[in-house]
């Protein structure tokens, strides 16, 4: 099968397409390459995916349908992880998420349904419960808090909609705090830890927990959730680990890996963060 991995250059999905190269899919990668952290990552990302298959890789905007029909060509199933990331930044840019993540899928779906494929997975986020019911559930009544929540819960209703309509498999991943190799550098995790080994202050903002979930997982949650799409399959799924971590007790779990304390500065919640995430993953 070949699969088209929108995004495919950033942190899950270099992983995603690794796994789909080890299985014996075809890989596509679009990815617009943005300076949101540093571009060497990606680049470096690329190589390593290059260097254990050969890779189809456009660089171009998922808002560009030529970027989108020529990706498509020829794909089977798509992988959508393309977007803007990040609560806080989406506040001070909520126009721009929304032109992005909004109208990019918009753009990607039109042009996927010309070319035929079977089906598509759209990597969607927690954020779209905001301070709803703990755990989350997909049965929850959906009351994202951000601009970036609202626009993956307005990018879901579009998904569903297109796999309703082209009669196609269409499913939302719901991804909670992937952690693991070749994170980006803004994410919790990494940035906590860079931060301690260079004996730098850690802001926690509020105390509020998340669930954490390994990368591998978040990985095999979304190989799985393709396998169903192509079937015809159709929804929203949470992939998480079902256990919530408080900011102190990840924090301190890196300093017992480092051997080395955090300087910790305690700080208000931030707009648009919701206090706890955790999934209900009994539905995957």
Request: aromatic residues 6%; charged residues 25%.
């Amino acid at each position: 099968m070949r699969v088209l991995v929108t995004g495919g250059a950033g942190f899950v999905g270099t992983h995603l397409c690794s796994a789909l190269i080890d299985r014996g899919d075809k890989v596509a990668v679009l990815d617009s390459l943005t300076d949101n952290y540093d571009t060497a990552q990606k680049l470096d990302n690329l190589a390593y995916l290059m260097s254990k298959s050969r890779i189809i890789f456009i660089r171009g905007d998922i808002r560009d349908p030529h970027a989108c029909d020529a990706a498509l060509k020829g794909a089977d199933a798509v992988f959508h992880l393309a977007g803007l990331a990040g609560v806080r930044e989406s506040i001070q840019k909520a126009g721009l998420y929304s032109d992005v993540n909004v109208g990019g899928t918009s753009v990607l779906l039109s042009r996927a349904a010309k070319a035929g494929i079977k089906g598509i997975v759209f990597a969607s986020s927690s954020s779209v419960y905001g301070n709803g019911n703990i755990p989350s559930s997909e049965v929850d009544v959906l009351k994202p808090i951000s601009p970036y929540g609202k626009s993956k819960r307005t990018a879901e209703i579009l998904v569903s909609a297109f796999g309703r309509a082209w009669e196609r498999g269409a499913v939302s991943c719901r991804l909670f705090s992937v952690y693991g190799k070749r994170q980006r550098p803004d994410l919790a995790m990494r940035k906590f830890a860079t931060a301690i080994l260079r004996k730098e202050e850690i802001t926690v903002f509020g105390e509020c927990k998340r669930d954490y979930t390994c990368v591998f997982d978040t990985v095999d949650g979304l190989l799985r959730a393709l396998d169903f799409a192509t079937e015809g399959g159709r929804g929203a799924f949470n992939i998480g680990r079902g256990r919530g971590v408080a900011t102190l007790e990840l924090i301190s779990l890196l300093e017992d890996c480092l051997g080395r304390k955090a300087i910790i500065k305690k700080a208000p919640m931030q707009p648009g963060d919701p206090k706890d995430t955790l999934a209900n993953i009994e539905k995957a």
